[in-house]
C-alpha cells in the first residue's frame, strides 16, 4: 500500500493549487480519504475528507468554500482543489487512508502562499 501526493508548490494569494494522492496496492475508492496538512510549530490538523464511493466529504471551517476534496475511482487517485488560498494556508499538505485496520500516510507536498 502506497499514497503519492503531488501538485504543491509556491502559489501568491488568491492562486489555486490542485494536490493529488495516487494510491497504490489497493482499491482506494473502498476506503475513505482525508488531507492533512501541518505548518511549522503546529499540529497536524485534518482539512477535508471524502468517505467511499458514494460517501459524504466534510471541511475545516476556515477551508469551507475555497477547498474541494474528490475522487477519480478509474485513476484510483483523490484530489484537493484548492481555490482562494491565503497565507495561513502555507503547510505540508498528506493524504492519510485507513485501510484494513492499519493507517497509511503519504510522503507530503510543500504547499507555499506568498507574494
Known amino acids: 500500500v502506497q499514497l503519492v501526493e503531488s501538485g504543491g508548490g509556491l502559489v501568491q494569494p488568491g492562486g489555486s493549487l490542485r494536490l493529488s494522492c ?3 496496492g489497493f482499491t482506494f475508492s473502498t476506503y475513505a480519504a482525508s488531507w492533512y496538512r501541518q505548518a ?3 499540529e497536524r490538523e485534518l482539512v477535508a475528507a471524502i468517505g467511499s464511493s458514494g460517501g459524504g466529504t466534510k ?3 476556515s477551508v469551507k468554500g475555497r477547498f474541494t476534496i474528490s475522487r477519480d475511482i478509474a485513476k484510483n487517485t483523490v484530489y484537493l482543489q484548492m481555490n482562494s ?3 495561513e494556508d ?3 499538505y ?4 485507513y485501510v484494513n485496520g492499519l493507517r497509511y500516510w503519504g ?3 510543500q504547499v507555499t502562499v506568498s507574494s
Open 59 to 61: 471541511y475545516l471551517d
Open 107 to 109: 510522503q507530503g507536498t
Open 94 to 97: 498528506y493524504c492519510y487512508g
Open 40 to 42: 511549522p510549530a503546529k
Open 22 to 24: 495516487a494510491a497504490s
Open 85 to 87: 488560498l491565503k497565507p
Open 90 to 92: 502555507t503547510a505540508v
